[in-house]
Every structure is written in C-alpha cells, then in structure tokens.
C-alpha cells in the first residue's frame, strides 16, 4: 500500500522544526529514522497531514560523557552508533547489550533511539532499558524544555507525555552506583522478531551484600513497559539467595504483570516466560552485583 498525502519538510534547524511543529500541532508527525512511521504510513494506520524530517539536523545526534560518570545520547542517535560505541559500553552496559536484540542490523543503522522511545511500542526494548536505567529525557517545544522521568513518560499503549508541539531531544542516563549489576533477557521466535517477552533487571547490593535498590522492568507484557513493583519489594534490604530470586519471580509473574493473549502466545506462557526470565535475569545481575564487592 502506499501511504495517504502529506506535506513534506526538511528543516536543517531545530528551531525551524520547533517552528513548524508549533503550527501544525495534532497534524504533524516527526520522522526520525523511520523504521515504524513508514510503515504505518504504508498501512494507512497512521496518516499524517505533515510530515517534519529531522534528518538534516546533526546537532541531535551524538554521545557525551557527562561530567558525575552518566550519558547524553542525542535523541537522532543511529542505534548501531551506540551499538558500537565504546562509551556507551564502558557507561551503559546493560544498553550496550540490549542493541542486537533489537530487530536487525539494517534496522538499526537507520533506526534512532529517540524515534523507538517516542513511538512507545509496548514490545520494544529501548523504553524498557530507559526506565530501568532510570533515565531523564529533554523535551522541548518553542515555549521552552523540559525534563520527564522516563518511568512518567510512558502513559498508554503507544502514548507518551509528549505535547504534540514537543520533540524529544536528548536522554541523559545516570552513572551507574558501585556494587551494580544488569541484565537483559528476552525470547522470541526469530532472532530479530519481537520479543515474546523481555526482562531488564538492575540490582545495586551494599556493602553488605544486602539489595539496596532494584528494577525489574518487562516488554511484551502491557501497554508499555512495566515494572514489577511488588516483586521489587520483595528483594529490598535481603540478601539474594536462589529461594529469595525465586518468589520475586513468582511474584513478577503472578502479581505484577497483566498480559495478554495473541497468535504468538496464550496469557499462561507469557506468565510462564516472565517467571523464567525474571529468574535469569536477577540471578545474573545479582552476580555481577558481587563482583564488585571487595
């Protein structure tokens, strides 16, 4: 199918694009590398009136180190530039992992990872891997920017707390604490398809070896990503053990999650996956975690 009319802009300025999408509001969509407009547009899923191609503005794409140890990664960041930066796996590990999961090289080289964190796809990992990361996203419009906890930025299936005047500009990820450890663990049918379901997990001991902090945040099991809050509880202030890992599992995967049922898999096996990959995450994350300890 081919995709409905629109206009078509190219701005090579930010704030031209600020300009256009302040006049056009509801109408416009932004397209940043593509790989889920495009074919929405084909669809017909999707039509919008005006289409604002931020392509020809380099200034939002890159990768800096920030001065407390964290990141800025510039919203038109290709997600293969951060697949092979060094940086991003020297300071943000558990994201330089999760890149070769998401979909295949030649979606990647184009795909940006402002585009996947702003269309919200539910079964996409980059949203899952910013609210376990506890990341901070810059959002601007003409009247001014603003920042957004990434767990607040996803409100309903494929919505976000985007204005429709707002563009994203910039993800920030904190330095990671010492004594941190991270997974990534997901299924699907085909390397390269959506994930059935996923798991991202970070875990932060003391000196003690007692978990201070933990995430738990799962893909494919919702209308965005979600966290497994009771299961989270469970593991504060404990020391991990095989039988501690197991009920915050089982509570992932009874308590915290709402899945639903399609042609990939019944509500059943994606409770079955989230209770597996729990596991395997925070058993892995927790060993990373006592790496550090001393």
Not at 62 to 81: S, W
Not at 234 to 251: C, F
Request: proline fraction near 7%; include cysteine.
């Amino acid at each position: 199918m081919k995709p409905a009319p629109f206009a078509y802009f190219a701005p090579t300025t930010l704030d031209e694009a600020l300009t256009l999408l302040a006049a056009h509001g509801y109408d416009a969509k932004i397209l940043a590398g593509g790989q889920s407009l495009i074919p929405t547009m084909n669809f017909r899923l999707a039509q919008p009136a005006i289409l604002i191609d931020l392509n020809n503005i380099p200034a939002l794409a890159y990768i800096q180190p920030h001065a407390d140890g964290g990141l800025q990664i510039g919203a038109m960041t290709r997600q293969r530039t951060i697949e092979k930066s060094a940086l991003i796996g020297e300071r943000a590990p558990l994201l330089h992992a999760t890149m070769p999961y998401i979909a295949h090289v030649q979606i990647r080289n184009r795909g940006t990872i402002g585009g996947s964190l702003a269309h919200a796809d539910p079964a996409a990992e980059l949203p899952v891997i910013a609210v376990a990361l506890n990341a901070q996203l810059k959002v601007r419009s003409k009247l001014g920017e603003r920042w957004v906890n990434a767990e607040d930025f996803y409100v309903a299936l494929f919505a976000t707390d985007l204005a429709p005047d707002e563009i994203l500009m910039e993800i920030v990820l904190p330095p990671i604490p010492p004594r941190t450890g991270w997974s990534i663990q997901e299924v699907s049918r085909r390397q390269g398809d959506y994930a059935i379901v996923g798991v991202a997990a970070t875990v932060m001991l003391d000196e003690q070896g007692r978990c201070q902090n933990a995430r738990i945040v799962l893909l494919s099991v919702g209308e965005g990503p979600t966290q497994a809050r009771g299961a989270m509880a469970l593991l504060q202030g404990e020391t991990p053990s095989p039988t501690l890992i197991a009920a915050a599992a089982e509570a992932c995967a009874t308590q915290d999650i709402d899945p639903t049922a399609d042609i990939h898999a019944s509500v059943a096996f994606r409770r079955h996956l989230a209770n597996v990959l729990t596991k395997r995450a925070l058993t892995e994350a927790f060993q990373r975690a006592k790496q550090e300890i001393v």
